[in-house]
C-alpha cells in the first residue's frame, strides 16, 4: 500500500517528467519562432536574447544563419530535457536506489560539461551569424567565456558526484539484499 508521500513523489515526479517532455518540444519551435520573427521583435528584447550582440541587420540569411546556429544549443537541450524525463520516469516508478539512475545522473553531467563547450560555439556562430549581412571589413566573429558557461561546468562536475554517491549507495543496497 502506498503512502501519502510516495503518491505525492509520484504526482510531482509525473508533472515534472510531463513538463520537461513539454520544454523538450517547445524549446525548439521557441527559436525558430524568434529567429523567424527577429525583424519584428522590439529591440529591447532583441539584446536581451541576443547579450549585447548588435542586430544591425534582419535578412533573410541572417536569421537562416541564426537558424543554422541555435541547432548545437538546441540538441543538447533536447537531451537534457529527454534524460530528466527518463530521470523523474524511474522516480515515479519508486526507482531511487537503482543503476539506471547512476546512468540518467552521469548522462546529464555530461551533457553539462558539454554545454560550456556548446555555449562558446554557439555564442561564435550567433556572432558571425548576426553579422553576416554586413559588408566586408564589418562582420565580426566573437568568442568568449561566460559565468554560464562556468556554470555549466560546476553543475556537471556535481551531477557526476551524484552520480557516484548513488552509484555507491546502489552497490550498497545490491550488497545489503545479498546478505542473509
Not at 548522462?107 to 554557439?122: E, F, P, R, S
Not at 559565468?147 to 556537471?156: E, H, I, N, R, Y
Request: contains cysteine; aromatic residues 12%.
Amino acid at each position: 500500500m502506498k503512502t501519502l508521500k510516495q503518491s505525492q513523489v509520484q504526482w510531482l515526479c509525473r508533472w515534472m517528467r510531463r513538463l520537461s517532455l513539454f520544454w523538450m518540444v517547445f524549446l525548439p519551435l521557441a527559436v525558430l519562432v524568434i529567429w523567424a520573427a527577429l525583424p519584428w521583435i522590439p529591440d529591447m528584447l532583441r539584446d536581451s536574447f541576443f547579450k549585447g550582440m548588435p542586430v544591425t541587420q534582419t535578412t533573410p540569411l541572417v536569421r537562416i544563419s541564426g537558424i543554422l546556429a541555435s541547432v548545437p544549443g538546441i540538441f543538447l537541450h533536447i537531451l537534457l530535457f529527454f534524460q530528466l524525463a527518463k530521470l523523474l520516469g524511474l522516480w515515479e516508478r519508486g526507482n531511487i536506489f537503482d543503476e539506471s539512475n547512476v546512468r540518467c545522473f552521469s548522462k546529464l553531467g555530461v551533457y553539462y560539461l558539454w554545454g560550456a563547450l556548446i555555449g562558446v560555439l554557439q555564442r561564435a556562430l550567433y556572432s558571425v551569424a548576426l553579422s553576416i549581412s554586413n559588408p566586408p571589413g564589418t562582420r565580426h566573429l566573437s568568442l568568449g567565456l561566460s559565468s554560464d558557461d562556468l556554470s555549466s561546468v560546476a553543475v556537471g562536475l556535481f551531477l557526476w558526484l551524484v552520480a557516484y554517491v548513488l552509484q555507491q549507495a546502489y552497490l550498497l543496497k545490491r550488497e545489503a539484499d545479498l546478505t542473509v
